[in-house]
């Protein structure tokens, strides 16, 4: 299995603070990275496609790069309703396998 | 607008069979692939596996022996069955839309819509 490992797990900060969260994988999966944003309570909600690709819907502030073993998610201005943690998923091969999480908490 | 809404019982005994249904609205259950993933505090997110209407499935190995996820075209649901369930199997489940998206020229693989979760318990 491809495993993804999310950096930090936690994050302490604050509405238009500048946010990346790191995400990488145990062997090369090309660009096959989506990101997804899970509020309490609720399921996870996709951000990101295919490293980069911006889901129909997902405001511009947020974005995606990186391939063969390193990604990254960037928030460029924190809104009060990204607070929420989020999770890389590779899409390379099955069994399809998710970070572990990135929790933004308010600093 | 496509949703997914998930039922079932939301307590199984161990050792019994969980199943849970996903009711697929605003898009062919035909179209597409469709997953299983479920959620637990100390393993995260999982993925249990998918399955498209053709037949085609493929599923966890750390869960396969167990799992059995189908395509029901004339109901537009498909549905999850685990077997001999544990207390480790306790967690909410989700069910999600598996769509590939071709960005110059190559298929890229997403859950793009997730129903809301239903937690089962074993116990």
């Known amino acids: 299995d491809v495993q993804m490992t999310q950096s930090p797990s936690s994050l302490s900060v604050s509405v238009g603070d500048r946010v990346a969260i790191t995400c990488r994988a145990s062997?090369?999966?090309?660009?096959?990275v989506n990101w997804y944003q899970q509020r309490p309570g609720k399921a996870p909600n996709l951000l990101i496609f295919?490293?980069?690709n911006l889901h129909s819907g997902v405001p511009s502030r947020f974005s995606g790069r990186g391939s063969g073993t390193d990604f990254t998610l960037t928030i460029s201005s924190l809104q009060p309703l990204d607070f929420a943690t989020y999770y890389c998923?590779?899409?390379?091969?099955?069994?399809?396998?998710f970070g572990q999480g990135t929790k933004l908490e308010t600093k | 607008q496509v949703q997914l809404q998930e039922s079932g019982p939301g307590l199984v005994k161990p050792s019994e069979t969980l199943s849970l249904t996903c009711t697929v609205s605003?898009?062919?259950?035909?179209?597409?692939?469709w997953s299983w993933i479920r959620q637990t505090p100390g393993m995260g997110l999982e993925w249990i596996g998918f399955?498209?209407?053709?037949?085609?499935?493929e599923l966890n190995p750390s869960l396969k022996s167990r799992v059995t996820i189908s395509v029901d075209t004339s109901n537009n649901q498909f549905s999850l069955k685990l077997s001999s369930v544990t207390a480790a199997d306790t967690a909410v489940y989700y069910c999600?839309?598996?769509?590939?998206?071709?960005?110059?020229?190559?298929?890229?693989?997403?859950?793009?819509?997730w129903g809301q979760g239903t937690t089962v318990t074993v116990s």
């Open positions: 998923q590779q899409s390379y091969n099955t069994p399809r396998t």
């Open positions: 399955a498209h209407a053709i037949g085609t499935t």
């Open positions: 999600a839309r598996d769509r590939g998206t071709m960005v110059r020229g190559v298929y890229f693989y997403e859950m793009d819509v």
């Open positions: 605003g898009v062919s259950v035909s179209s597409y692939y």
């Open positions: 062997r090369n999966i090309t660009n096959y």
């Open positions: 295919g490293a980069s």
